[in-house]
């Protein structure tokens, strides 16, 4: 299952903590997740998104809209491990475990492993998970460029607007595993950003320099849907980099701006691993 993040032995499981010949040792927490961060090079207690940000994404995420990507999905993972009998499947950058939940609903005879930076985050997964019964779900803390899975682990690797490491899912995938990146299409959410800005501009594509994969498929998920109240619309919006990047006057405009339609679109890419 995991290896240690020091010496990169493989840990096993001792009644309620991880640990490798080396005796390096992991404890899991209360709330079901394990952290597998290092002190090395990063402060793990500001890692990644903080509790503000998870839970207006919960709060957004919650109300369904994102739901048709999470099916569309569960769809293309569950037909390109088809073959598999009992895949084994890391959502790398899991957030607040809403896609990996629901993955693991989907496809009860995978073991989903959730990775994610925030350590607030994995526990709210890990809780997510439990309140779900999902058996099927493991999550750890640990970095999506510092996976912490021996080589060719998994079957498949997914990345729901998360940093992409060709080299780490390279080495964790087997040969022929599939990597499955979602990214936004051009005007994801542009809507919300022609209410905040005086020029919205539209996204760029993404390039990920993936020399050990080749692609199989693409697809674009697109649709409109309505931000119900404002609730709702700052709750989105906080769970985006654009939360950072606003000013505040232009985040006033969020006030009494319900009902406001504005645009779904996510690119969803598969890919093998040939090298």
Do not use: W
Not at 118 to 132: C, V
């Amino acid at each position: 299952m995991y290896i240690c993040p020091i010496c990169k032995k493989r840990l096993k499981l001792s009644e309620k903590s991880y640990i490798c010949q080396n005796r390096h040792c992991f404890d899991i927490a209360a709330k079901g997740y394990v952290n597998l961060l290092t002190t090395k090079g990063r402060d793990p207690s500001k890692a990644g998104d903080d509790k503000l940000m998870l839970r207006c994404r919960t709060d957004f995420l919650d109300t369904g809209a994102y739901a048709p990507l999470s099916d569309r999905l569960n769809m293309i993972t569950k037909r390109l491990t088809a073959s598999i009998k009992q895949p084994v499947i890391i959502d790398c950058g899991c957030g607040e475990g809403y896609y990996t939940v629901r993955l693991a609903q989907a496809l009860p005879e995978a073991s989903v492993y959730g990775i994610e930076l925030s350590k607030n985050g994995t526990a709210h997964a890990a809780s997510r998970a439990r309140a779900a019964g999902c058996r099927n779900v493991k999550l750890a803390a640990a970095s999506a460029f510092s996976l912490p899975f021996r080589n060719e682990f998994a079957d498949a690797v997914i990345s729901v607007f998360a940093p992409v490491s060709n080299d780490e899912y390279a080495r964790v995938l087997k040969k022929g595993g599939r990597l499955i990146i979602v990214s936004p299409t051009e005007r994801h959410l542009f809507g919300l950003k022609a209410l905040l800005y005086d020029e919205p501009y539209e996204n760029k594509p993404n390039r990920y320099g993936l020399r050990c994969f080749e692609q199989e498929e693409e697809q674009r998920l697109e649709y409109t849907f309505t931000l119900e109240t404002d609730k709702q619309a700052a709750d989105l919006f906080t769970m985006t980099p654009y939360y950072y990047k606003t000013s505040q006057e232009a985040k006033q405009r969020l006030i009494g701006c319900a009902p406001l339609d504005t645009e779904a679109g996510f690119l969803i890419q598969a890919y093998r691993r040939i090298i």
